[in-house]
């Protein structure tokens, strides 16, 4: 229920309206029954046994809605027209010409203006105008004038109208009032509401604190972060977000905003949950300043989010790019030193074989850094790759055909057997991208090239679970089962002396994986050290209604 203070509650208004009742008939009741005994001579007997009559009948509706029988209470115009009925005889038959008591007419025409508006207020002053016109007749004489009926009628009904008037206008007036109180408190309300659905459908943590650090609003990403689902109401931030920095100290961030008195913004800061558990903070501390002289509370504004996956993110790219400049830096030093060196021996004489030999080392790193920046140029495609990654129809027979093409000379020159093989199960066509496999068995096939000294190398396709399975074998060095695990970490290369004999960047099967991950493909590696290894690849359907 809408809480709105300046509406009474049902029970006060009960009270009220009691007193109300017992009042306005008690001391009605009471003030005529003394006027008659205290004025006995002017009232005769019949005007005595009318107005015990009236009297008699107000008092037992007093009781009725005192007692607020057949719920009388809530039927405004029942109870006015008793009212009205009960005072129009009273005044008209039995009271003298001029009385004070005519003025709780007022009160009749407050309640009938407050229920029915101007048109009550109308309705009842008519009334009022035909019990004195009521009463004219019978209090004054044939001969009087009709400037006495308008000094009895016009005086007091005049009287009472105007004051009646003005009592209204001025109730008006305060109507109006407690009305634009109570229009500016729901707009305020409403910003309020307002203001509160925007702060809940906030990805980021906020909180709303006062000067000592109190909490005084938060909204449900608060909560998430902080991973509490208790109310943070009134408790100190100190108490709920423990906060440490790099070199994990526990900081104070309001002590540390309000030093500064300006905001505060932090990507190096740490939560701490109480099972241990560390996260990177995004934190973002601001003081709320009030215009000049502004007497409200001060407190502050902390916003956060959990930033633990971009900061590993940067820490990877900052350790890639530290690895690569190493391994770049060592085929540069060498392709430098080879040049000199030819460049050196051309000024001492021309011995032309020793330059060849210079030049050809120096070639031999070049042609390496061109496979580098080859590998890593494939490696940011793939790992931008997801962005624009685009799905086709493909035959996979159409690239085993294209990759024996490519690949026969090259085995042959190395005295080496390529082999293919394409078994019945393989589907006619699947959905993927044909780029992306043609790079990760070129790098199968190139590896199995170069690290095999004598034999074959066999390319092997089949159909398996409504996509392809590709298996590159080859028959050569093979690798160790320690190494197995490792081949497509970045960087990798077997320590094994006869790997270090062909040069590589250790990137190939690195690239591969993420080229992997990209059509969601899987690898495994079977391979026995002398005899040679297989690797193989599952590419599935990316058509979803073959899925
Ligand atoms: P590289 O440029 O060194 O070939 P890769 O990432 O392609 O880099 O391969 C990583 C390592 O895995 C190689 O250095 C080699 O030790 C091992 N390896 C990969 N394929 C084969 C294979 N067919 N036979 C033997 N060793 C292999």
Redesign the pocket.
């Known amino acids: 229920m809408k809480h709105d203070p300046l509406h009474l509650s049902e029970r006060v208004k009960k009270i009220l309206n009691r007193l109300t009742v017992l009042l306005f008939h008690g001391v009605l009741t009471i003030a005529i029954v003394s006027e008659i005994l205290l004025d006995r001579s002017f009232y005769s007997t019949s005007d005595v046994m009318g107005i015990l009559v009236i009297v008699i009948l107000f008092g037992v509706f007093g009781v009725i809605r005192y007692l607020d029988l057949y719920k009388v209470n809530n039927h405004p115009i029942l109870y006015l027209t008793v009212y009205h009925i009960v005072f129009a005889v009273g005044f008209g038959a039995f009271s003298p010409a001029y009385t004070p008591y005519l003025f709780i007419w007022l009160i009749l025409l407050y309640i009938v203006n407050y229920y029915y508006g101007k048109q009550g207020f109308i309705l009842s002053s008519s009334v009022l105008f035909l019990t004195l016109l009521g009463a004219s007749f019978r209090l004054l004489t044939n001969t009087s004038s009709p400037i006495e009926y308008i000094q009895f009628i016009g005086v007091q009904f005049g009287a009472i109208l105007i004051i009646g008037l003005f009592f209204l206008e001025t109730e008006a007036v305060g109507d109006k009032d407690r009305r634009l109180l109570l229009g500016s408190m729901d707009k305020a309300q409403l910003e309020r509401q307002r203001l509160m659905s925007l702060i809940n459908s906030m990805g980021d943590g906020v909180i709303s604190t006062d000067e000592r650090g109190v909490i005084k609003l938060y909204n449900a990403s608060a909560l998430n972060i902080l991973d509490t689902n208790g109310t943070l109401d009134d408790r100190n931030i100190r108490d709920v977000m423990a906060v440490i920095d790099q070199s994990a100290k526990v900081i104070d961030l309001i002590a540390e905003v309000a030093e500064k008195n300006t905001n505060m913004i932090s990507t190096d800061h740490l939560l701490v949950y109480p099972d241990g558990e560390k996260i990177n903070l995004y934190l973002n501390i601001s003081p709320i300043k009030l215009s000049f002289q502004q007497n409200i509370e001060r407190g502050y504004i902390i916003s956060f989010r959990d930033i633990t996956h971009e900061k590993s993110l940067e820490e990877e790219r900052n350790e890639f790019i530290s690895v690569v400049s190493h391994e770049l830096r060592t085929p540069i030093a060498i392709t430098e030193a080879n040049i000199s060196n030819a460049q050196f021996i051309v000024e001492k004489g021309n011995n032309l074989s020793a330059v060849k030999t210079s030049l050809d080392a120096a070639h031999k790193q070049a042609l390496f850094l061109a ?1 580098m920046i080859n ?1 890593l140029s494939t490696l940011s495609r793939a790992e931008r790759g997801k962005l624009d990654m685009k799905t086709e129809l493909i035959d996979p027979r159409e690239i085993m055909k294209s990759l024996e093409e490519d690949y026969t000379e090259q085995a042959k020159s190395k005295g080496l057997e390529l082999f293919t093989d394409i078994d019945d199960s393989t589907p006619v066509s699947i959905t993927s991208n044909r780029l992306y496999i043609r790079e990760i068995l070129q ?2 096939i ?3 090239v ?3 000294k004598q034999g074959s190398v066999t390319i092997l396709l089949s159909g398996k679970d409504g996509g392809i399975e590709f298996a ?1 074998r ?1 028959t ?4 160790s089962k320690s ?1 197995q695990k ?9 320590e ?1 002396f006869r ?1 270090r004999e ?11 994986k993420k080229l992997m991950r990209l059509i969601n493909a899987t690898a495994t ?1 079977k ?1 026995k050290l002398n005899e ?2 297989t ?1 193989t690849v599952l590419i599935p359907n990316l058509d979803p209604e073959k899925k």
């Open positions: 496979n590998d790098n199968f190139t590896n199995s170069k690290y095999t590159v080859d050569g060095i093979g690798i190494d490792r081949v497509f970490d970045k960087f990798f290369r077997s094994d790997t062909s040069s590589g960047t250790g990137l190939g099967l690195y690239v591969t590696v391979s040679g290894s690797f």
